[in-house]
């Protein structure tokens, strides 16, 4: 009867309701999505939507739900804590609505962009991290930056991320990150702007 109730409630109570429910299910259930462009996943412990609004298209085919999202889970070993505005579409399958792509495509475009600076700092590797800067003067920064010639001078693991603390609004993210370099710990604080689907460093990428 679980996998029934969207279907049940668009019968009886709306479009709405159904988005709604599906959401909610997803919290007893539990998550785990896929990042893109990257192999790992984000394995969720706790979510919870809350704030929800649903928007629909002229044909009642599409809709897409605005909500904020906490989350607590991992990716890898990585600790992930996110709160902040999440934005995830639905489409209409005859009497049901299900997630067209992810229940968390934000979150999920930021970890990706995260996972690929520390890939770029464990690799050493100047031109993809510069890739992942807003501005051309962000990414040379970061090639001249002081803690990337020390990262790239030690051995393998270079860098390893300990905990990912993300902070979502509509245009852009704020991650506190704690990080571990050699026998030094740190903690350093990142920004993001959304361009698109995906999520730049608007700030300083180390």
């Known amino acids: ?9 668009d019968l009886a109570a709306g479009p709405d309701a159904a988005i709604r429910t599906a959401l909610q299910q997803s919290e007893s259930v539990g998550l785990s ?18 704030r929800v609004t649903t928007h629909f298209d002229s044909r009642g085919e599409e809709a897409y739900a605005l909500s904020t999202l906490d ?11 996110s709160l902040g505005v999440e934005r995830v ?3 209409r399958a005859g009497r049901e609505w299900r ?14 962009t995260l996972i690929a600076r520390r890939e ?7 031109e993809r991290l510069e890739r992942l800067a807003a501005s051309p003067e962000i990414g040379r920064a970061a090639r001249q930056d002081e803690l990337f010639r020390r990262v790239a001078s030690l051995p393998k693991p270079r860098y390893r991320v300990i905990a990912w603390y993300i902070r ?9 990150e704690e990080y571990q370099t050699g026998t030094e710990t740190g903690t350093r604080r ?15 990428l180390l």
């Open 1 to 9: 009867m679980v996998a029934l109730a969207p279907r049940l409630l």
């Open 33 to 50: 999505l896929t990042i893109p462009h990257s192999p790992a996943s984000l394995v969720t412990r706790r979510l919870h939507f809350d």
């Open 71 to 81: 989350l607590e889970g991992t990716v890898d070993s990585i600790t992930v804590s």
């Open 89 to 91: 579409v639905f489409e």
């Open 99 to 112: 997630p067209l792509h992810s229940l968390a495509p934000r979150l999920t475009a930021v970890i990706a």
């Open 120 to 126: 770029s700092l464990e690799s050493a590797d100047p």
């Open 168 to 176: 979502l609004d509509r245009d852009g993210a704020l991650v506190t």
């Open 190 to 204: 990142l920004t993001l702007e959304r361009r698109g689907p995906e999520f730049l460093f608007s700030g300083s």
